[in-house]
């Protein structure tokens, strides 16, 4: 019996990794014939592509699984799909717990979501696990035309102490530079102007290649670097261990690599840093900055920060206060640990208490807003290049867009989406800035 489900509904819960997966599944269900529906109660096909990262990921998700089960029970034709990293950790408990879900997949099998799809009946609950293949070859459904992610590997080798990564996405497999080279060629003929690379550890890209193909990241970004049309490379996210020198030095030698590095140290301290198992210090990871700031001076260097990791002691928490202060991040996304499933953290006997953690995490944001506030302050007076995104969230007479630096600004102008503005900025807050374009650059007059 041929079922007549035609629209479907996605909601993408985590990290850019599952943005760009959820962009594939988007763009594979449209070359099946789906539509979009505009809520989940008009669907088909209810998807989830999920993320496990913390347990707030966990539980939002949770919440809208309930909707998804009510709106089964009200037309049981409908297929509800569990995707990505929570679907991964939960493998087939997913269906003695939630005997409403029809499929279940994880990272890297969003092909096979569309093979279940095209059957004529769904018997019988479906899931699928294991890393099977990379997306490319699906068409994506981007977001925005001239913006694109590239993924140039899946999982990760290392084995941080709180992180539940590894076992949802599996080890580290690079892509094949060919393969990357290619798909950044069709996006660029295809009018995409920036591109993002993600993988969970760009840095060791690469390794896991036979020796005919073996390239470093470094060599991709200059492969990357050289196909025209793209003028903006970023990239997502190093490890502190793993980035060189040649890294480093692409930002200040390739013109199209932004001066932008995401680079997570997750604490100050190294005692709580080898805890972690992250293989570096605090020293060590001092000393990437100051090559970072020797060669390319004006970069902007974000970061990411767990606090209240087990056995973490004030004295610990002081040491990543401080590193926050030497360091001087452009921003820094924080976080209090979470305990994860089957994790080596979740079962360290020294858990810190619920409220040091959120009187820490307070201290922390206020200290990391109050660093970035001071440092956007240098770009008060510089006319940067923004790439358009779009109409500013706030205000939909003005327009937003983003610098190489990665700042999102808010400015007043005529350039339109995809379109590279020159803007004078005005003012700086933490996280944006504000300013009006030079529209005498757009006429090609510069000044005289
Ligand atoms: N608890 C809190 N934060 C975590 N992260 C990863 N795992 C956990 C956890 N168990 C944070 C790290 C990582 C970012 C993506 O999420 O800082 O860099
Ligand atoms: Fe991304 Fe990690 Fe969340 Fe998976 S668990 S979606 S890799 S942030």
């Known amino acids: 019996m041929a079922r007549a489900a035609r629209t479907f509904h996605l909601t ?30 008009e669907a088909d096909v209810i998807l989830f592509n999920t993320c496990s990262i913390r347990e707030s990921a966990d539980q939002r998700f949770i919440g809208h699984l309930g909707e998804a089960k009510r709106l089964k029970a009200e ?17 087939e408990q997913v269906f003695e717990l939630f005997p409403f879900v029809d499929v279940a997949f994880g990272p890297g099998q969003i092909h096979k979501l569309g093979e279940v799809l095209l059957q004529d009946s769904l018997e019988a609950q479906a899931g ?17 035309p001239f913006q694109a992610w590239v993924q140039i590997s899946q999982g990760c080798n290392c084995v941080c102490a709180y992180c539940i990564v590894p076992q949802t996405r ?34 060791s890209y690469g390794r896991d290649l036979d020796r005919s193909q073996r390239t470093t990241f470094a060599e991709l970004l200059a492969r990357l670097d050289a196909i025209e049309g793209i003028e903006r490379i970023r990239y997502t996210s190093p490890h502190p261990k793993d980035i060189r020198e040649d890294v480093v030095r692409a930002h200040a030698e390739l013109p199209s690599v932004c001066e932008h590095i995401h680079l997570p140290v997750q604490s100050g301290s190294s005692r709580v840093l080898k805890r972690m198992r ?7 990871y001092l000393d990437r900055v100051a090559m970072i ?14 606090v209240g990791f087990p056995g973490e002691t004030e004295e610990d928490f002081e040491q990543t206060l401080s590193l926050v202060e030497e360091v001087r991040f452009d921003g820094a996304f924080t976080f209090i640990f979470s305990p994860r499933r089957d ?13 040091v953690k959120r009187e820490r995490m307070q201290r922390l944001v206020d200290l990391t807003q ?37 700042k999102t600004v808010n400015f007043d102008g005529i350039a339109s989406p995809g379109e590279f503005a020159q803007v004078r900025i005005g003012s700086a807050t933490s996280t944006t800035l504000a300013g009006e374009e030079v529209l005498l650059a757009r006429l090609g007059g510069g000044a005289h």
Not at 25 to 38: Q, W
Not at 278 to 284: G, H, K, N, P, Q
Not at 293 to 306: G, N, S, Y
């Open 12 to 41: 993408t819960f985590g990290c850019q990794m599952n943005e760009h997966d959820s962009e594939r599944i988007k763009g594979m269900l449209r070359a099946l014939g789906y539509e979009e529906a505009p809520t989940r109660a």
């Open 75 to 91: 037309r049981p034709d409908r297929i509800v799909a569990v995707g990505g990293c929570w679907a991964q950790s939960m493998r």
């Open 128 to 144: 699928f696990f294991e890393f099977e293949d990379f997306s490319a070859h699906l068409p994506a459904a981007r977001t925005r």
């Open 170 to 203: 599996g080890r580290e497999v690079s892509r094949p530079p060919d393969e990357i080279v290619a798909e950044v060629e069709r996006l660029a003929a295809d009018g995409v102007r920036e591109i993002t690379l993600l993988g969970q550890n760009v840095c």
């Open 278 to 284: 992250r293989t570096y210090d605090r020293a060590r």
């Open 293 to 306: 700031r020797e060669l390319v001076p004006d970069c902007a260097i974000t970061t990411d920060i767990i």
């Open 343 to 355: 994790t080596e953290a979740a079962t360290m006997p020294d858990q810190v208490p619920h409220a």
């Open 370 to 406: 109050k660093v970035a506030r001071e440092r956007a302050q240098r770009f008060v007076g510089r006319t940067l290049e923004v790439l358009v995104e779009g109409p500013s969230r706030t205000d939909p007479d003005r327009l937003r867009g983003r610098t190489r630096h990665n």
